[in-house]
Every structure is written in structure tokens, then in C-alpha cells.
């Protein structure tokens, strides 16, 4: 069965740099949500969509912005990173708001 | 402010033995309660999930006890096996009309020792 996919896998930046983070969510599920995972911590709830429009936000930084495409993919865009941004960026999708979340098998974005 | 408190952060058992996490919660507009298995390097996979009307549910060697009164719920994992080495974590999503989005707890790493 397709899950959902995340790309790139892993990511070096240096500080101040921008980065961009892509998710393509399950076929026919039209809700994607954001987490952050830092080292030995739990998913932080970042922002979610449901057909294209922001739907919930959470601890995201005015640094970050994300949007879902027609294609209900979406991207998550970084701007001025910083070290503390380093961590593992989950993406989910579901089928409407549904509570059954499917994760993707994240990006683990550092930052020197 | 934690609002989904898990414990232990960190379990070991041995082969054959039996695994316990727990959690409890606070707010009460919660009304479903999944656990993911998370393998390094890999996104959470939700295990089971149970809603407040029943007590406890069972797949596999998987068992959800859950006391609503007790605002607690605890994730069992009977004959443990070194393949369920993971980190657990337990979330808490509220009914419709409130957020839907799943607040997890700081997570379990059990190890099972052969």
C-alpha cells in the first residue's frame, strides 16, 4: 500500500540558510499535518491543511511557512534557520479530519 | 504544559515478560486515544486505539486498559518481544467541535532484552 512520502530524507544546511520540505500525503487523503521532533522528544504539531487551506496552527515560527497544492502535496518552507531547528519534520496525512494519521518516515533536517 | 503525561520515559523487559505504559490526561473533550510505535529513523505508526466507552481493547498482544474516571489510560504489551524495542508513544485527540489534532505524550522507549 502507498504511504506517505517525505523528500529529501536528510538535509544539511548551514545558519540563516532556507530550506524547503516536501510531503505527497496518501492517494485520496486530503488533510496533511506538520510535526517537529527534536532528539528524544515527541512530536510537536506544527500546521495542518485539509483541502489546500491551513486548517490548525500550532508552535510554528513566523520563520516557517507551508502550503498544500492542488495535487495535496505540501511544502514546508524554512526560512533563517537556525541551530535549534535542527530535528526530524514528520509529515501526516488522513482522509478529512479523521483521527487515523499515517506518518511519513520524516526528514532529518540539520543545521551547522 | 504537558497535557498527555506519559511514564515510564524508559522500560526494559525481558523476552516473554510483559510491558506496561501509562498515561493519563487532563482534559476531558478527549474522546480518542491512540498509541504509535516509532522505529529509529522512521515515522509513528499508530498500534491501537481505543475510545472512553469501553474499558479495554485487545489486538494481538497488544491490550489498551483505559479508567475514564481516572483520566488515565495504559498501553500493555503481553510476551514482549525484542522486535517491539521502540519508542511508544500514547496521543489524545478531543471529539469534533474541539481540536483535532493529536497531542502526544514525551514518549516510552521500551527496549526487550532476548
Known amino acids: 500500500a502507498a504511504g506517505v512520502i517525505q523528500s529529501p530524507r536528510h538535509l544539511i544546511k548551514e545558519k540563516r540558510e532556507t530550506a524547503t520540505l516536501k510531503c505527497y500525503p496518501i492517494?485520496?487523503?486530503?488533510?496533511v499535518y506538520w510535526y517537529q521532533q527534536g532528539p528524544g522528544q515527541d512530536p510537536q504539531f506544527l500546521i495542518s491543511?485539509?483541502?489546500?487551506?491551513?486548517?490548525d496552527k500550532g508552535s510554528i515560527p513566523d520563520r516557517f511557512s507551508a502550503q498544500q497544492f492542488s495535487d495535496y502535496h505540501s511544502e514546508l518552507n524554512m526560512s533563517s534557520l537556525e541551530l535549534g531547528d535542527s530535528a526530524l519534520y514528520f509529515c501526516a496525512s488522513s482522509r478529512g479530519l479523521n483521527e487515523k494519521l499515517f506518518f511519513g518516515s520524516g526528514t532529518q533536517l540539520s543545521v551547522l | 504544559q504537558q497535557q498527555v503525561k506519559q511514564s515510564p520515559q524508559s522500560l526494559i523487559v525481558q523476552k516473554g515478560g510483559i510491558s506496561i505504559i501509562n498515561c493519563a490526561y487532563e482534559?476531558?473533550?478527549?474522546?480518542?486515544f491512540p498509541w504509535y510505535q516509532q522505529f529509529p529513523g522512521k515515522g509513528p505508526a499508530l498500534l491501537i486505539a481505543?475510545?472512553?466507552?469501553?474499558s479495554e481493547k485487545k489486538e494481538g498482544r497488544f491490550t489498551i486498559s483505559f479508567n475514564k474516571s481516572a483520566k488515565q489510560f495504559s498501553l500493555h504489551i503481553m510476551d514482549s518481544q525484542p522486535g517491539d524495542s521502540a519508542t511508544y508513544f500514547c496521543?489524545?485527540?478531543?471529539?469534533?467541535?474541539?481540536?483535532?489534532?493529536?497531542?502526544f505524550g514525551r514518549g516510552t522507549s521500551l527496549i526487550v532484552h532476548p
Open positions: 496521543a489524545a485527540r478531543a471529539a469534533p467541535g474541539g481540536s483535532y489534532i493529536p497531542t
Open positions: 492517494p485520496r487523503h486530503d488533510t
Open positions: 491543511f485539509y483541502e489546500k487551506m491551513q486548517s
Open positions: 481505543i475510545r472512553p466507552d469501553v
Open positions: 482534559n476531558t473533550a478527549f474522546d480518542y
